[in-house]
């Protein structure tokens, strides 16, 4: 009791003297000392300091580096829906096509679901830039585990595909593009997992 009752006198010296200290610059008193006693009747002692603002002038790399994370976010937040569903599209294709052998009839298969996309989402995806239809590329490689260029060929054949490539090329793109979440596309992988609980999408 005797070296509780010294620890109290103790703990309000600090606070007097703390006070006095500043009295003479009419500062105001931010720093609260306390004791906290544990079940056990130890007693420790605890204090609040005052917070610290840092601020400092934000480099350009800094800058540079904030404006071409928050390009490529708008960018993932508006092509990644596109993605979804054109991985959906090619997982049920690849499913109507299994047991289809006559050539034919797998053109005609291709061909009604290809109108069906032109007819939904030509008009918005015509009207992407041209980093966001390469930030489109790597969802949709993401999503259906094969790039662009594989895509095409399968569906369209290798006429195509080569034919699609070149243009791609031409703008600075390249259908054959990998994803790596772990690598280079590491920041896209960030971005997509945010996507999808805002857009409730599962993986």
């Known amino acids: 009791m005797a070296q509780l009752l010294k ?18 610059t009419q500062a105001v008193d931010t ?8 079940p056990e009747g130890d007693t420790i002692g605890q204090s609040w300091l005052p917070d610290v603002a840092v601020i400092t002038k934000q480099t350009r790399a800094g800058r540079n580096y904030w404006e071409n994370w ?11 829906p596109y993605a979804k569903t054109a991985g959906k599209i090619i997982t049920e294709v690849n499913a ?3 047991n289809v052998s006559d050539e034919k009839l797998r053109r ?5 679901r290809e109108k069906e996309m032109k007819r939904d989402f030509a008009d918005k995806v015509t009207k992407l830039s041209v980093y966001q239809g390469k930030v489109l ?9 094969s790039n662009c260029y594989d895509i095409v060929k399968e569906f369209k054949g290798g006429f195509n ?4 490539q ?13 994803y790596d979440p772990k690598g280079d596309d590491r920041e896209i992988e960030k971005i997509v997992k945010d996507v999808s609980i805002m857009y409730g999408y599962k993986g």
């Open 108 to 112: 005609q298969i291709i061909k009604s």
């Open 70 to 80: 928050t390009r490529l976010r708008n960018a993932v937040y508006i092509t990644y």
């Open 96 to 98: 109507q096509l299994v």
């Open 161 to 164: 595909a080569g034919l699609w």
């Open 7 to 24: 620890f109290w006198v103790l703990v309000c010296f600090l606070g007097i003297a703390h006070i006095g200290a500043f009295a003479q």
């Open 137 to 145: 590329m790597k969802l949709i490689n993401r999503e259906t585990g």
């Open 166 to 178: 070149t243009i791609a090329f031409v703008f600075g793109g390249n259908l054959k593009q990998p």
């Open 31 to 38: 720093i609260r000392v306390e004791a906290f006693i544990t």
